[in-house]
C-alpha cells in the first residue's frame, strides 16, 4: 500500500509527539513492505510567526493532496493572555476542519489496565470502561456567527445546527454502535436549547433505522456526573461539538492522562488524526510530554484511515507492553512509589520502537 501522509506539527509540543508518530507509522510500513510518503507543513501560532496567517494556503493545498494528515497540537500562552487578538492559532485548526469536511471526531477511551492507578477515578469504578466517542465537529458555537457591541461590553456566540449535519454523524455514529455493544447514547440539551431539540428530533428519527441498537437521550450535565459516577454504563456517545469538546477532555481522567487519548477527525476524503491534548507551552522543550497520544493516533490512522487493522493492532498491542513493562512518562507515573520507570518524550519514542521490532522479530520466530 501506498499512501500519502502530512505532517503538521504545530505548535508547542506538537513536534516533539508527532516526531514518534511519524517513527511509529515509518516502522509499521518498514515491517508491513508500505510506502508512506510524507511532507510536512505548518499550522497555527507556529504559521502565523513566518506567514501571518494561521492556515496558509500552501498547507491547505498539501493537505487536500495528502491520505491522511498527522497532527501535533496548537495554542500559544499570548493568545490566551490576549483575548484581543483578531490573528490566532485556533483558527486555523477550525478552517481546516471546515475545508476538507472533517464533520465526525472519533475519541476513542482506550484504558490501559496498567493505568488504572493513573486516574484520579476509583480502580474498581473504571474497570473495563471502554467508550467511543462521536463528536460533531463543524457545526455549533465554533462556526456560528459572533458578535461584539461597540462598546465591547456585550458579546454573543450563534449555536446553530443543521438537520443534515445531525444525520451525517448520527448515521457514522450508529453503524459503529452496531459494530460494537449495539448501544448509543445521544448527549444534548434539550430542555432548554433550540438547537438540540432539533438535534434530539433528528437523532430519534434516525434511530428508527437502527432497531438493533438501544438508544438513550442524555442531558449534558447528567452525562457529566455519570461518564465519572459510572463510566462503564456508556459505550457509543454521540454529541454536538462544544459538549464533545468538554466531556472527552473530562474523559481523559478515566484514561490517566490527556497523554493518552488518540482522535480522529473524518469526513468523506481525507483523515486528520491527532492527540486530543494542548501545545502544553509550559512543558515544551523540557522532554517532558507523552508521545503516546500520537502514535496512538497513527494506529488510528492505520485503522480508520487505510483500513489497516492488523497494523493498528499491533502498535497498539506494543504501547500495552511498554506500559506492562513499568515504563511511563511523567503524566502518568505514580510519583508515590518507584516501581516505574519514568522516561523523557525521546526515550519513550525509542522504547516503543524498539518493543515493535522485537515484538515482530518474536511472531515471526515462532
Same mark, same amino acid.
Given at each position: ?16 509527539? #508527532?516526531?514518534?508518530?511519524? @517513527? ?34 500552501? #498547507?491547505?493545498?498539501?493537505? !487536500? ?10 495554542? &500559544? ?10 490573528? !490566532? ?17 472519533? $475519541?476513542?477511551?482506550?484504558?490501559? =489496565? ?18 467511543? +466517542? ?13 458578535? !461584539? ?21 448520527? &448515521?457514522?455514529?450508529?453503524? @459503529? ?19 438540540? $431539540?432539533?438535534? $434530539? ?6 434511530? %428508527? ?22 463510566? %462503564? ?48 507551552? =509550559? ?25 489497516? %487493522? ?16 513499568? +515504563? ?10 518507584? !516501581? ?27
Amino acid at each position: 500500500m501506498k499512501k500519502n501522509i502530512l505532517v503538521i506539527p504545530g505548535d508547542g509540543i506538537g513536534p516533539e509527539v #508527532t516526531t514518534w508518530g511519524k @517513527a511509529a507509522l515509518e516502522k509499521i510500513a518498514e515491517i508491513f513492505g508500505h510506502e508512506f510518503v510524507f511532507d510536512e507543513a505548518l499550522m497555527g501560532h507556529a504559521a502565523i510567526e513566518v506567514t501571518g496567517e494561521p492556515l496558509p494556503d500552501e #498547507t491547505l493545498e498539501k493537505a !487536500r493532496k495528502s491520505d491522511a494528515i498527522l497532527f501535533g497540537a496548537i495554542g &500559544h500562552a499570548m493568545y490566551d493572555n490576549d483575548p484581543s487578538l483578531k490573528v !490566532r492559532p485556533e483558527q486555523g485548526l477550525l478552517k481546516i476542519r471546515k475545508e476538507l469536511g472533517l464533520f465526525a471526531n472519533l $475519541r476513542p477511551i482506550l484504558l490501559f =489496565d496498567e493505568l488504572l492507578q493513573a486516574s484520579s477515578i476509583k480502580p474498581e469504578i473504571l474497570r473495563g470502561t471502554d467508550i467511543l +466517542f462521536f463528536r460533531e465537529l463543524t457545526g455549533d458555537v465554533y462556526f456560528g456567527e459572533k458578535t !461584539r457591541s461597540e462598546d465591547r461590553n456585550t458579546a454573543s456566540d450563534l449555536m446553530i445546527y443543521h438537520r443534515y449535519e445531525v444525520e451525517r454523524i448520527a &448515521h457514522k455514529a450508529y453503524q @459503529a454502535a452496531q459494530q460494537r455493544s449495539k448501544k448509543l447514547c445521544s448527549v444534548d440539551k434539550a430542555n432548554v436549547l433550540e438547537s438540540s $431539540r432539533l438535534w $434530539r428530533e433528528t437523532v430519534q428519527e434516525i434511530a %428508527k433505522q437502527y432497531p438493533d441498537v438501544e438508544t438513550e437521550h442524555m442531558f449534558i450535565d447528567n452525562a457529566a456526573m455519570q461518564l465519572i459516577k459510572n463510566p %462503564k454504563k456508556f459505550d457509543v456517545v454521540l454529541t454536538a461539538n462544544l459538549f464533545g469538546d468538554i466531556l472527552t477532555d473530562e474523559a481523559s481522567q478515566i484514561a490517566g492522562s490527556m497523554g493518552m487519548l488518540a482522535s480522529a477527525s473524518v469526513g468523506e476524503s481525507t483523515g486528520f488524526f491527532e492527540p486530543i491534548h494542548g501545545s502544553a507551552h =509550559d512543558i515544551t522543550g523540557k522532554d517532558l510530554a507523552n508521545p503516546l497520544a500520537s502514535i496512538l493516533s497513527a494506529a488510528l490512522m492505520l485503522e480508520i484511515g487505510f483500513g489497516l %487493522k492488523d497494523e493498528a493492532k499491533l502498535l497498539v498491542d506494543t504501547v500495552d507492553e511498554v506500559l506492562k513493562e513499568g +515504563f511511563r512518562t511523567h503524566d502518568i507515573a505514580d510519583q508515590t512509589t518507584n !516501581r516505574f520507570k519514568v522516561l523523557g518524550t525521546a526515550e519513550m519514542g525509542k522504547l516503543v520502537l524498539k518493543f515493535l521490532s522485537q515484538k515482530v522479530n518474536t511472531t515471526t520466530q515462532a
